[in-house]
């Protein structure tokens, strides 16, 4: 793993899953993660937020599905120089996938760009897939 930060100019790690801790410990110690930022990672009922930790951000959001009724799904955020480590808890589907498709076809600047680039447009990803949902309720 600390190959590719050294390597790439660019890495997006996301775990699926907060069931083994020990990855997630293992990760912590290579992207060099706080440990309070760690138990709100482990923590799903966190409120949107975002805070400083030395050489990276943290970033808590939630993503919304509708389903049956409204599930949402803390997904946590770490933004350093050049990566971003994302954790979600492991629920099925996700609003991610226009830009990992963007990531694959490089026909956007998404490529070209820093850490900071690709954290925007996960969150604006999250924050699109709100008005569907919106819509679905407006509707009711």
């Not at 996700?94 to 070209?112: A, P, Y």
Request: proline residues 2%; glycine residues 8%.
């Amino acid at each position: 793993m600390r190959g590719f930060l050294r390597e790439w100019p660019v890495t997006w790690v996301n775990v699926e899953g907060l069931g083994d801790v020990e990855v997630i410990k293992q990760l912590a110690d290579i992207f060099g993660l706080h440990w309070l930022a760690l138990e709100d990672v482990l923590q799903v009922d966190q409120r949107a937020k975002v805070e400083q930790y030395g050489n990276h951000h943290f970033i808590v959001a939630r993503m919304i599905m509708l389903r049956e009724l409204l599930e949402t799904e803390q997904i946590s955020m770490f933004l350093g120089q050049n990566f971003i480590l994302t954790f979600q808890e492991g629920l099925p589907g996700d609003c991610l996938e226009v830009v990992r498709e963007r990531l694959r076809k490089g026909q956007h600047q998404i490529r070209e760009a820093k850490a900071d680039y690709l954290a925007y447009a996960i969150l604006d990803a999250i924050v699109d897939n709100y008005f569907p949902v919106l819509e679905e309720y407006g509707e009711h």
